[in-house]
């Protein structure tokens, strides 16, 4: 009898530690959006983390973010670049969605402290070569002839250098403008200038931030050696109307934004012109060069819409176009020659769940120039261009605290246009022969983990398949 007893005492003993052990091991997870109070802005790279363990996370390019830790009461602290911190308890004995708006931060003027950085916070992060960059910090900076230019802001930063004097191109690390990649809300943008490099394409009224990669580009990023310049577009305001605008030297602007659906959706729409041919047209209207002039237009739209606590769509678009045109009318003499781009994004964001968020794109990309001109009756017009259609899936997952996994897939059908010859004498059309296009396939699969081993150790690691294929038919000189 006692022998059972003792037997009985033991399996007690182990069930209650066993039960107790299982129960240290669960773990919950805190997740959700962090907003701007006033406008319901999405955040991107807002810090947070439980202040009791000292580990968080960032939030993503869409504000989510997700924390996975064992069950317990926590204080959860929320910080962000010119906003007031939160800080809040937490009770992790189930999933947790936190959402949360941030009020922007009173700033008074104090006086200027310079400290060095500590040796061992430049080396926090396993992403080499980031820099983000505000609205707010390029704003603050001279415009040139009164345009906020993005690319002139990044052409001050260390390891970029200017393609030429009051060029928009760049060069970084010694590679060529052409390699670096530039996205407008993941859009491919191939011209990246107005005015023959004066001025860059993008609407600095538009924009709500900038991510420079100079180095170790992640793995969910392909096609360029040198860079990577990620730009997102403002949503819109979801809580008021606003209307902003500026007259400049050269150009006009003017935004719309504001609430489709309070808290919901919302929409912005931006455009900007010059008005070069305005200004020149009284000086030489009456001259033979009557009709001589340039001028560049652009117009940024975006729109989004909260379906569900789950998914969210997004549907932006940007077109811009330079015109110059020359005119001799002693001889009747034409020359007209217009390039830009147009670029369309259609995204939807879902959370599967707690620790997994998936993002679906379908984007719309092209570029094109031309050339035409005119004397009498004969007429002659070059043009070549390239347009994308791209589809790309990608995850975001959190398994827990120290781990952020991204992987996806990406397809890009490429149409090119190298050149294309029409000319005409009167009625008489010459034969230039057919318009010759290429097409390709460019598809891609990737996975990136970030991982912290511990508070001193850190890895990046990244795999990237890539695969171009050339499709015909199509005619090869050798």
């Known amino acids: 009898m006692i022998r059972q007893s003792k037997y009985l005492v033991s399996i007690l003993l182990l069930a209650t530690l066993c039960f107790g052990w299982a129960k240290a091991q669960n773990k919950y997870t805190v997740s959700g959006f962090i907003k701007d109070a006033e406008s319901g802005e999405n955040l991107l790279g807002a810090n947070v983390y439980i202040k009791e363990l000292l580990q968080g996370s960032t939030t993503n390019q869409y504000g ?13 602290v929320v910080s962000y670049l010119g906003y007031e911190d939160i800080t809040e308890e937490i009770d992790l004995t189930k999933n947790v969605r936190y959402n949360k708006s941030m009020a922007s931060a009173t700033i008074t003027t104090q006086e200027v402290v310079i400290e060095g950085e500590r040796s061992d916070q430049n080396v926090e992060s396993t992403q080499m070569g980031k820099i983000d960059l505000e609205m ?3 704003k603050s900076l001279p415009a040139f002839m009164g345009e906020i230019d993005v690319l002139k802001t990044i052409q001050l930063l260390p390891g970029v250098q200017s393609a030429g004097e009051g060029n928009s191109g760049f060069y970084v690390r010694g590679g060529g403008p052409d ?3 530039v996205l407008l809300d993941e859009a491919v943008v191939y011209n990246v200038a107005h005015l023959f490099g004066f001025f860059s394409v993008f609407n600095a009224d538009a924009i709500k ?9 992640p793995a969910n990023y392909g096609g360029r050696l040198s860079s990577v310049l990620d730009i997102t577009m403002k949503d819109g305001n979801r809580k008021k109307f606003e209307v902003d605008g500026g007259i400049g030297v050269i150009s006009s602007r003017l935004t719309v934004q504001g609430p489709i659906k309070k808290n919901a959706s919302s929409f912005i729409v931006s455009g900007r012109r010059t008005y070069i041919d305005l200004l020149l047209n009284p000086f030489i209207k009456n001259t033979a060069f009557a009709g001589t002039g340039y001028f560049f237009y652009d117009l940024t739209a975006k729109i989004n819409y909260d379906i569900s606590d789950a998914d969210k769509l997004y549907l932006s678009g940007y077109f811009g176009r330079d015109v110059f045109s020359f005119a001799q009318g002693d001889n009747g003499f034409e020359a007209k020659m217009p390039w830009g781009n147009a670029t369309s994004s259609l995204r939807w964001n879902h959370l599967i769940n707690e620790k997994m968020f998936v993002n679906t794109s379908l984007i719309f990309s092209d570029y094109d120039f031309s050339f035409g001109i005119t004397q009498s009756e004969f007429e002659l017009v070059l043009f070549s261009g390239i347009r994308d259609f791209n589809t790309k899936v990608d995850f975001h997952y959190y398994p827990s605290v120290r781990h952020h996994v991204k992987f996806g897939i990406n397809h890009i059908y490429h149409v090119f246009t190298p050149s294309s010859t029409s000319a005409k004498q009167g009625d008489v059309v010459f034969n230039t022969g057919e318009i010759i296009k290429q097409y390709a396939h460019e598809s891609a699969v990737y996975f990136n983990d970030e991982f912290s081993l511990t508070e001193m150790l850190k890895i990046n690691a990244g795999l990237r398949l890539s695969m171009f294929n050339h499709v015909g038919p199509f005619t090869r000189y050798t």
Not at 209 to 217: A, D, F, R, T
Request: glycine content about 10%.
């Open 64 to 76: 989510f973010f997700s924390i996975t830790v064992e069950e317990g009461q926590y204080h959860l």
């Open 136 to 138: 707010a910090q390029i």
């Open 179 to 181: 390699q670096n990649l």
């Open 209 to 217: 931030k900038v991510e420079l990669i100079k180095g170790g580009m």
